[in-house]
Structures are given as structure tokens and as C-alpha cells.
């Protein structure tokens, strides 16, 4: 047994020695996923600061100036033109230099004053549904805040009902506080996932897997002396992405660190396993390469991270019951913003476990059962 | 005298070393003529600069100094000029293995633009020389090492060229098919006067030349008549008997140590010598080792070998001593092989295979590529599952060999599989602990490999940039770190400097003597000397196996000389041949 730890030990060494040692292996260890962390945080962005807008203004009245203040006062919209024309609306909608376009009738003030109720349009460009959809929320809530305040300049009764909307966790609802923490899981599966899988095959490639076979190394330690090191580099990337979200972003970290380290400790060992598959099915470092982006993508996209699982497809939901990355993204975003403990967690902790145990011992199998 | 097809003077390339941007300068002053109809060859180990020198002449590279002239045009400034009137076949030829023989000659007939025409007359011309014409319809993929090499041939040859550029089309090729690739080349220099360039690292090869260049290092040891090189040993060249009883490696490892002998090698049961005295009468009355030297005609290896002792000082003899006892010497076999069988899907690598090799002893498995010795290895090490018969190391199955079983042995493999970032010292370090030694004991080994392989001054030095024969020392050295019963070694000498090769097998038969077991590949027919016993593979089975002197008895003698390993394989093979031929109806 000491034997064999010591073995597992010399080899740990030796992978964590030829990854530091290699000046280009080294700096991509860390540097990539903070820089794409950096990068997801500031690009990838749902949020809308200046979303650009035209108006045309048939009412020319203080009633109208008062609505169209109420776009100016919150910063997130910026006014590209003042319009005369209908067709004009469709020019600046056409070649994208407004995102909405707001149209205020002749009779808006008219109308307002005798109490019945007036109507505006707003054109929004949908060829970004996503983007329209965000900026016409904006709009509307622009627009329930002049009823509101108009109601009340005028003595009018307020409505009925009024929705109070918290939104828990992300209170202005960020982005990026959703992101960021949804990355500690996806960046550190990309590049735990083709290390292990590229270091075997790398020694492969070399000649060297041989020499490892024919020494006392056991199997079962082969795997153990490669999957350390991919575990141990991966958990500290993941603390790299971690400290970006913290000292970089100021999100604040409600959860335990505990708690959130023992997640990605097992989502690590997962990874590895699917790493050590892969690496068992491939001959070259270059069909690891190929064989590790061709499940990255997938689990990417399958993760919930930028789209809800529950809107997928019911099969591919399905899938997604196999992607560590889902329970990664969920285990992470929940520690860190909600606070969840590990009891809460137990539905993310055991698939993670068990896609760990399926996989290594499916890689212990085919190294056993090896070079047919 | 017409003016000569090429000529390079004062030629210089250097190329800047992977890693810490050493420089390496694979061309250091070298000059050469190649004259019209003649046949030259460029002859040194691996890394001496012969294939740069020929990428220069086909405008592949350019010179950093120097000048070169190719048919009268520098093929650094005009390449395609140069291009179009040569052929050159590099060291691995680029046939598309998914096309036959015939799609792989049109295909290069259609890039060289050759017409119709020329090629209904070049075709029947290039398959009765090649004799590939029984073959035209076959995947290239599927030929033998010999017949892609004679393809490869034909499709340089498609046009007519006013020079060849051969870079080493003999390589890993066996032996008959070598013979024959030799007779192709004399035919086309004697018979058709084109002028052809080779290179090669086979020294008998040299002699068929007209006029050699010998390259040792980037830097020319010699230029001329293949004779000349020779006559350089005049009188130092004689052979030993040791007389019954006396193995003759070990003879040999001892002459090697001799300052007054340059070279020595085990040849026919025989010590072939070469002094560093030339022999007078009063010399040839002295005896070596108490034994009486008989002079013989030089050969060009020997007047090669003086020139490669004057480019290094005498190595110091090697003192290579386990220093724990052996297992005590089991009865019978080390290894036992029988009927050992590897089909992948319906191809048959290795088609049942037997052998046995004893303690101490130095087996070797003979072959040209393709033969199946290197999956007869694998499974021996147990690296690749066998398909049938049984394999025993030591008295155990070896499919279920444990780390117990696998910590016995040694193995190197045949790139000196080493990891290349980590230095010299890491590299020893992992693997000592991979044979879990410990403490001062691990310590002691790493000094005792550092010191043995002469690895001291390197031990900072990533084992990436060692130099080639260095990587060989340090895989040597980490697989004899725990002093294993069993060494394995997969052609463990190819790419070597002779000096190398020497120097490997006297540390071998140093350990063989101590009772290591050593099971050792190669494709150097030379080397087989330094076995026990031998056997002979090609096309997955052992045509022949015994000791050297059974084996070199199955070929006849030639005039005047007695078979060399290389007659008896290419009988062997023959014999075999023939007989598959007469067995299909």
C-alpha cells in the first residue's frame, strides 16, 4: 500500500513537474480562464445601457416632454433623433440606428387631460428578440412610472393592484452575477477535461505511456497519478475564476467556501473521469483534441448557464441529467448567491458522484483491457 | 574533364536548437563535387548533416554560407529551376498509401507533366527494373518496406532527371530488398549514365561508390575514392581467433578497452581488430591478449573507424557492476515463448512464435520493419494482450504478471522514451521511484547512473535537448536504476554513431556476464555477432533461430570470403520464400 502511494506520489510530481516546466503550458494554466472570465463578465451581458431610441413627438406637449423625460431619467436610454415622419420611423428602425422608437399621437395630451386614456407606440427592432424584448421592459416600465406619477399629480385613484417585484439573490438582477459564478464551473471543466485527456495521449505520442506500463505502476495507479494533477490544477483555477468574481467584480459571496470547494472537488473528479475516457479511446494528442471539443460544446450548451434547461427539449433534457457542468453551474451559482448548504445540494452532489464513479471505472476498464 | 554536376564550397547551415536556443551546426564547412554519371555517396551517422546537405542541393534549404552550384544554377536562388531537371526521394518518400502502385505513378507522371507518350515508353522500363509489374494494382499501403522504397524509386523516376538526390533509401529496409534497391541504383548510374547522389549510414554500402564523402558531425572527415578511406587502415586491419571455449564478445569488449586497438568487433566468431599501430614484422609477432593476431585486407568500416577515432578521445573502459546479486540462476528458461500468435482483425503479425532464452543470456530478434518483432516485443513486455500460445518471464504468465514481476525488468524503448521537459536528474528521479527505491539507496543508483553514462554535466539539462546518443545513455540508465534481472531493448542502436553502437554493446555484454538476461531487436545484421543466439523473423514467423555461427551456416560461403549474417539472412529469407511459392498451387 505505502508502495503504491509513493508511487502515485512520484508520479503527481512528475506531471505537476512537466506542467510548470513547459513556460507554455504554464501560462496557460491560469491566464485563459481569468481572461475569459474577465471577458464573459464585461461582454457577456443581457442587461442594456445604451439602448438608442427615436422619437416622434405629434403632441408637443408638456404631458409628452414629462413622458419623455422619464426615458431620459433613467440612463439606460439615449435619444438618436427627434423625428417629423412616419417614414422617418422606419428609416432609423431599418439601417439599426434606434433600437425602439417611441410615437406620441396629436391628441396624447388632449386625451390625457379629459380623463380617457391615451395611447403611445413603440416600435422595437425584433431581429434581436432577445434585445427588443429586454429594451421594450425597460419602455414599459418607463411608461407605468409616468401613470404613476400622473395619477398622482392629478388626483386620480391609483390602480387596483401593484406588483412589488424583489428579485432575491441578484436584487438588479445582473448578469453577471449570474454568469460569473455559473464560469467557475464551465472554465474549469474545459481545461481539467484536455489536460488529463492530452496527457495521456501525450505520452503516448512520445513513447513514454510504454515506459509507464512496463514499470511496477499499477493500472489503477497510472490513473490516480493523472488524475491528481488535473485536479489539483483545476481546483485552482477555479479559485483563480473565483478570486476574479470577488476582488475583480465585487460580487458578493454569500455561500461556505466549504461548501462550495467539496462541490467542485467531486465535479473535478468527474471531469477528470471524462478526460481519462477519452484519453483510453484516443492514440494522438490531436483525436484528444478533436475527441475533448467535440463534448465540450454539448456540455457547454447544455448546461443552463445561458439558456434555462426547463425550455430545453424534454430529450435533451434528458442529456443534461449526464452533463457534470449542469450540477457545477447549479452547485456554484447556488453557494455563491444564495448561501445553499451541502444538504440543499444533495440532488447536484450524488449525479456528480456517480458520473465519476461510471467514468473511472470505465477508464480503469479500457486501460486494463488496453492497445487491442 | 566535364565540369562537375554539382559543387559546393565551404557549405554552412545552422539550425537553432528546440528550447533554450542552442545553436546546432548540421553543415560546418563542407565541400563537394558530384561528377556526371557517377554514383556519390555521403556516408556518416545520423546527425553528421547528410540530409541538410542534400535539401541544400535540391533547394529545399538555403546555405547560410558558402556556395553551391546544381547543374550550374544555385538552388537557393532559382529552387525551381533546379527543381525541375532533379529528382529527389526523400528519407520518408510521399506515396499515398490509399492508391496502388499504378494510381501512385500516374499521379506523379501528371505532376511532373510527362506525356503520354513518354510514359508508355518510361512505365515498362521503370516496372521490369523495379519489378513491381506483378503488383500495379496494389495499395500502396499494403507493400513491404523494400517494395515502397522501389515505388518510391519509380515515381522520382517517372521523368528522366539529370541527377538523383537519394537521402538514405536503404533505411530500415531488409537486407534482400536492400540488395536489390543497390542493384536498381548501379544499373541506372552503369547502364543509363545518370548521376546519382545517395546517402547512407550503411558503411558496406560506401564501397559501391565512386567517390565518397565522409560527414562525421557537420564537418567532412574525408573525400574521394571510396579506396582511399579503406587504404587509411592499410596493415592496422586483423582478426583475433579466440579460441574455443572463449565467447567472443567478451574478447572483443576487452580489445576495445585496449589503447593500442581503435577498433574491434565480434565478425564470424571471429575479433576483427584494427590497430593504431600499423603492422611490421615485429608487430605481427606480438600477440594481443596472448593471442596471435592474423593480418587481413582492410575494409572501408575500418579505414571509416580511424577517422572517427581522431574526432573523439579513447573512451575509458567501461566498469558496469550491479551492485546487489542477482536472482540465483533458475533452471532452464528466462523466458519461454510458445506459439505465440497476434492477429489484428484478419491480419496475422505474429504467426506462432516460439523461443527461449536462458539466464545471462543475449537474445536478439532479427528483422526488417514489418517482420513482427516489434509486436513479438510488445507482448513480451506486456504491453500488447497476445492472441494465443503462452509467454512466461521468470516462470510467470505474463498477462498476469504483477508490479512484483514487472519490477524485474528493464526496458528501453526504441526512441528513448523519456519525458522531455524534465532535466536529467528529474527523469532519473521518477523513474527510481517508479521502481520504488528510497532514501540513500536511490540517491546511490542516480550517482551511480549520472557517473556510468557519463551524465554529470548534463543533469540540469531538459532530456529534450540532450544530444541523440546522450538520450540513449539516460534511457539506459533510468532502466538500469533497479538493476533488473531482464533487460528488454527495442533497436537500441539505431540512429547511433558506430562509436555509440561500441560503446553500447560493451556495456551490454559487461551485464549479460553478470547474468542480466538481455532481449534486444535490431535491424543491424552486424549486431546479431554480439548474440547468443538469434532468431530470424519475416512476415510474422521465425524462419530461423540459433547461435550466430548455426545461423551464418545456412548461407554458402562466397568466393573468397567467408557468409556474412547478411548472406545467411538473405538465404533464410529466401529459402522461406520459395518455399511459400511452390506450397500455393
Not at chain 1, 177 to 187: A, E, Q, R, V, Y
Not at chain 1, 239 to 260: D, K, M, Y
Request: overall charge neutral.
Amino acid at each position: 500500500m505505502l508502495e503504491s502511494i509513493l508511487r502515485v506520489i512520484a508520479l503527481t510530481r512528475k506531471e505537476l513537474l512537466a506542467v510548470l516546466k513547459d513556460p507554455r503550458a504554464r501560462n496557460s494554466l491560469l491566464l485563459p480562464p481569468i481572461l475569459q472570465c474577465l471577458l464573459f463578465g464585461y461582454a457577456a451581458s443581457y442587461d442594456l445601457n445604451h439602448v438608442p431610441y427615436a422619437v416622434l413627438d405629434r403632441s408637443h406637449s408638456v404631458a409628452s416632454h414629462d413622458l419623455l423625460s422619464g426615458f431620459e431619467g433613467t440612463g439606460l436610454f439615449e435619444r438618436v433623433a427627434d423625428l417629423r415622419t412616419q417614414r422617418q420611423v422606419r428609416d432609423y428602425v431599418d439601417d439599426r440606428r434606434a433600437l425602439l422608437a417611441v410615437e406620441i399621437p396629436a391628441d396624447f395630451a388632449r386625451r390625457l387631460r379629459a380623463g380617457r386614456g391615451a395611447d403611445i407606440q413603440i416600435i422595437a427592432d425584433g431581429r434581436n428578440s432577445n434585445t427588443a424584448n429586454t429594451a421594450l421592459g425597460y419602455a414599459r416600465s418607463v411608461v407605468s412610472a409616468f401613470n404613476d406619477r400622473w395619477r398622482a399629480d392629478h388626483g386620480l385613484p391609483g390602480p387596483a393592484v401593484t406588483v412589488a417585484a424583489r428579485a432575491w439573490y441578484n436584487p438588479n438582477l445582473v448578469t453577471r452575477w449570474n454568469m460569473i459564478p455559473g464560469l467557475i464551473g464551465t472554465l474549469t471543466m474545459i481545461q481539467t477535461l484536455m489536460l488529463t485527456a492530452m496527457s495521456v495521449a501525450r505520452e503516448r505520442e512520445q513513447g513514454t505511456f510504454d515506459q509507464l506500463l512496463v514499470t511496477p505502476f499499477r493500472p489503477a495507479e497510472i490513473m490516480a497519478g493523472k488524475a491528481l494533477p488535473s485536479m489539483l490544477i483545476g481546483i485552482t483555477q477555479a479559485t483563480g475564476v473565483l478570486l476574479v468574481a470577488q476582488l475583480w467584480f465585487r460580487i458578493p459571496f454569500e455561500g461556505s467556501f466549504l461548501t462550495l470547494y467539496a462541490g467542485l472537488t467531486l465535479f473535478v473528479l468527474a471531469a477528470v473521469g471524462i478526460g481519462l475516457v477519452v484519453s483510453a479511446l484516443c492514440q494522438t494528442m490531436q483525436q484528444a483534441m478533436l475527441f475533448s471539443f467535440v463534448l465540450i460544446m454539448p456540455f457547454a450548451l447544455l448546461s443552463g448557464l445561458t439558456t434555462p434547461i426547463s425550455n430545453m427539449p424534454l430529450s435533451l433534457q434528458y442529456f443534461t441529467r449526464i452533463n457534470p457542468l449542469r450540477y457545477a453551474i447549479d452547485i456554484a451559482q447556488r453557494v455563491y448567491l444564495e448561501g445553499a448548504g451541502l444538504g440543499v445540494l444533495m440532488p447536484d452532489l450524488w449525479p456528480l458522484a456517480a458520473i465519476a464513479a461510471v467514468t473511472l471505472a470505465a477508464a480503469s476498464w479500457m486501460f486494463r483491457h488496453r492497445l487491442q | 574533364m566535364a565540369a562537375p554536376v554539382v559543387t559546393g564550397e565551404d557549405l554552412r547551415k545552422t539550425f537553432r536548437a528546440p528550447g533554450d536556443g542552442g545553436e546546432v551546426h548540421a553543415l560546418d564547412g563542407v565541400s563537394i563535387e558530384v561528377h556526371a554519371g557517377e554514383l556519390t555517396a555521403l556516408v556518416g551517422p545520423d546527425g553528421a548533416g547528410k540530409t541538410t546537405l542534400i535539401r541544400l542541393m535540391a533547394g529545399l534549404l538555403a546555405a547560410d554560407g558558402g556556395s553551391l552550384r546544381v547543374l550550374g544554377i544555385d538552388p537557393a536562388a532559382e529552387p525551381q529551376r533546379v527543381q525541375d531537371r532533379i529528382g529527389y526521394m526523400p528519407q520518408k518518400f510521399g506515396l499515398y498509401e490509399d492508391l496502388s502502385v499504378q494510381e501512385n505513378l500516374d499521379l506523379y507522371a501528371d505532376l511532373h507533366g510527362v506525356t503520354a507518350q513518354e510514359r508508355s515508353q518510361r512505365y515498362p522500363q521503370l516496372m521490369e527494373m523495379t519489378d513491381l509489374g506483378r503488383f500495379t494494382g496494389r495499395l500502396a499501403g499494403r507493400l513491404s518496406g523494400g517494395m515502397k522504397q522501389k515505388l518510391g524509386l519509380a515515381c522520382t523516376l517517372v521523368r528522366s532527371p539529370e541527377l538523383l538526390l537519394l537521402d538514405e533509401p536503404t533505411v530500415g529496409v531488409d537486407p534482400l530488398s536492400r540488395r536489390e534497391l543497390w542493384v536498381i541504383v548501379e544499373h541506372l548510374v552503369r547502364d543509363q549514365g545518370l548521376t546519382v547522389l545517395t546517402s547512407t549510414s550503411y558503411l558496406d554500402e560506401a564501397e559501391k561508390a565512386a567517390r565518397v564523402l565522409v560527414l562525421h558531425r557537420g564537418r567532412a572527415l574525408a573525400q574521394g575514392e571510396p579506396a582511399g578511406v579503406t587504404r587509411i587502415a592499410a596493415g592496422r586491419s586483423a582478426v583475433l581467433d579466440p579460441g574455443p571455449g572463449v565467447i567472443v564478445r567478451s574478447l572483443q569488449a576487452r580489445m576495445l578497452d585496449d589503447p593500442e586497438v581503435i577498433d574491434a568487433v565480434p565478425d564470424g566468431g571471429l575479433v576483427r581488430l584494427v590497430r593504431s599501430g600499423v603492422a611490421t614484422p615485429e608487430a605481427d609477432r606480438a600477440t594481443i591478449a596472448g593471442l596471435v593476431p592474423t593480418p587481413v585486407e582492410p575494409r572501408f568500416e575500418d579505414g571509416f573507424m580511424v577517422l572517427l577515432r581522431g574526432t573523439a578521445a579513447h573512451e575509458a573502459g567501461v566498469d558496469i557492476r550491479l551492485q546487489r546479486p542477482l536472482a540465483p540462476a533458475a533452471e532452464g528458461s528466462v523466458v519461454e515463448v510458445r506459439d505465440l500468435v497476434k492477429r489484428f482483425g484478419d491480419f496475422t503479425a505474429v504467426d506462432h512464435v516460439s523461443f527461449e532464452v536462458r539466464r545471462g543470456e543475449i537474445f536478439g530478434l532479427l528483422g526488417p520493419n514489418g517482420a513482427g518483432k516489434t509486436t513479438t516485443f510488445r507482448m513480451l513486455c506486456g504491453l500488447l494482450p497476445a492472441s494465443g500460445g503462452t509467454l512466461r518471464i521468470a516462470g510467470v504468465e505474463v498477462a498476469r504478471a504483477g508490479a512484483a514481476a514487472r519490477s524485474r525488468l528493464g526496458y528501453v524503448a526504441q526512441k528513448f522514451s523519456l519525458y522531455g521537459a524534465l532535466t536529467v536528474a528529474e527523469n532519473l528521479e521518477f523513474f527510481a521511484s517508479a521502481y520504488g527505491l528510497r532514501g540513500a539507496m536511490r540517491r546511490g543508483r542516480i550517482e551511480w547512473a549520472l557517473r556510468q553514462f557519463d551524465l554529470a554535466g548534463h543533469s540540469h539539462t531538459a532530456s529534450a535537448e540532450l544530444p541523440g546518443g546522450f538520450k540513449q545513455r539516460l534511457a539506459m540508465g533510468a532502466a538500469l536504476l533497479h538493476e533488473p534481472d531482464i533487460l528488454f531493448l527495442d533497436e537500441p542502436t539505431s540512429g547511433a554513431d558506430p562509436l555509440a553502437r561500441r560503446a553500447f554493446w560493451r556495456r551490454i555484454t559487461a551485464l549479460a556476464e553478470q547474468g542480466v538476461t538481455v532481449i534486444v531487436t535490431t535491424h543491424f545484421m552486424q549486431e546479431a555477432e554480439y548474440c547468443d543466439h538469434i532468431a530470424i523473423m519475416d512476415g510474422g514467423r521465425v524462419l530461423a533461430q540459433g547461435s550466430p555461427a548455426e545461423i551464418r551456416g545456412l548461407a554458402r560461403a562466397g568466393e573468397g570470403r567467408q557468409a556474412s549474417m547478411e548472406d545467411a539472412f538473405i538465404a533464410v529469407v529466401q529459402a522461406a520464400r520459395a518455399r511459400e511459392g511452390e506450397a500455393r498451387p
